[in-house]
């Protein structure tokens, strides 16, 4: 079973930026994601991309964030500019095989 690990969370103050990766210990030849949690909140979608590198977004995020992927790496990334304190959540990486992976997640805190 293919493991997804995530890297790059912190504590960032309002308006700054930070470069989520999540690496897979295989080849993944499907759609990849972020999705984020907050406290006392459901799962939601930040972002998925397809093995060729087409992109979708979760509509708060659109304009703010970009995810990419270099699949010769099997590493995807998430690009997250202009950061609110309403993005403070733990991020799951995610891979579409099977009924679906999950990374561990990382927490991502914005705060002055």
């Known amino acids: 079973q293919v493991q997804l690990v995530e890297s790059g969370g912190g504590l960032v103050q309002p308006g700054g930026s930070l470069r989520l990766s999540c690496a897979a210990s295989?080849?993944?030849?499907?759609?990849m994601g972020w999705y984020r949690q907050a406290p006392g909140k459901e799962r939601e979608l930040v972002a998925t991309?397809?093995?060729?590198?087409?992109?979708k977004y979760g509509d708060s995020m659109k304009g703010r964030f970009t995810i990419s992927r270099d699949n010769a790496k099997n590493t995807i990334y998430l690009q997250m500019n202009s950061l609110k304190p309403e993005d403070t959540a733990v991020y799951y990486c995610?891979?579409?095989?099977?009924?679906?992976?999950w990374g561990q997640g990382t927490q991502v805190t914005v705060s002055s």
């Open positions: 995610y891979a579409q095989i099977g009924g679906g992976s």
């Open positions: 295989g080849t993944i030849f499907s759609a």
């Open positions: 991309i397809t093995y060729g590198g087409r992109g």
